[in-house]
């Protein structure tokens, strides 16, 4: 499976975007690129999903390279409830599928 | 609408007793998985269920850990003679086409289990 690199940790001012990278050189043409996060406490929460073009939703915005071996995760203004690790999973198009997660990003924001 | 939801919430219990985990997906989702979450770890996969199609069970780590799901909704994530290693929270989530279009996964907030 194509692996994904992630800082382990990352801070933030609320209220100030947060760009979170991912690194993921050996990706697949059929490899689409998954962000999730996890609260404390919680299960994972679904955010962004994109295969090559960038993506918007009421959440955040993915930004994927050219060359597809990069992404990054804009949340466009952090607040205190995004804290929380993000994971960055490459998940194949065309099989069944479980999740690969890593270690994730954990974000600290503060006020 | 409803997400997906697992009970108990909590579960303790003494090493060598069996355990059940009860997950109810989505209304409609064809697919179901089982991920478990050690302290501080991150997910690791359990066992997969697609439509009528047989299981992926190859994230089972042990013949102790079974799963099943009956007609095609819930689904039941059983451990046989607990052992301590087993203390975790296990996750359940479901997808609408599964396989197909890299559809997202929906978490339910796992059962957290403790062998004591």
């Known amino acids: 499976d194509a692996k994904t690199t992630q800082p382990n940790s990352m801070e933030s001012n609320e209220e100030e975007p947060v760009h979170l990278p991912c690194n993921h050189s050996?990706?697949?043409?059929?490899?689409?690129i998954h962000w999730y996060r996890q609260l404390p406490s919680q299960g994972p929460e679904y955010v962004i999903h994109g295969l090559t073009s960038n993506v918007n939703n009421r959440m955040a915005s993915l930004a994927i390279a050219e060359d597809r071996k990069s992404s990054t995760l804009i949340l466009h203004r952090a607040t205190l409830r995004d804290a929380a690790v993000y994971y960055c999973?490459?998940?194949?198009?065309?099989?069944?599928?479980?999740?690969?997660f890593g270690k994730g990003t954990s974000l600290l924001v503060t006020p | 609408g409803a997400g997906v939801s697992q009970s108990p919430s909590n579960k303790v219990t003494e090493k060598g007793k069996d355990v059940e985990l009860r997950c109810d997906p989505i209304s409609g989702h064809t697919a179901l998985y089982w991920y478990r979450q050690s302290l501080g770890q991150g997910l690791e996969f359990l066992i997969y269920?697609?439509?009528?199609?047989?299981?992926?069970k190859s994230g089972l780590p042990s013949d102790r850990f079974s799963a099943e799901r009956t007609g095609g909704s819930v689904s039941t994530l059983t451990i046989q003679r607990t052992q301590q290693e087993d203390s975790a929270v296990y996750l359940c989530?479901?997808?609408?086409?599964?396989?197909?279009?890299?559809?997202?996964?929906?978490f339910g907030d796992g059962t957290r289990l403790s062998i004591l």
């Open positions: 989530a479901s997808s609408s086409l599964g396989t197909l279009r890299g559809q997202p996964q929906h």
């Open positions: 269920f697609q439509g009528n199609s047989a299981p992926d």
């Open positions: 999973i490459l998940a194949r198009y065309d099989s069944g599928y479980a999740l690969n």
């Open positions: 050996t990706i697949s043409g059929t490899d689409y």
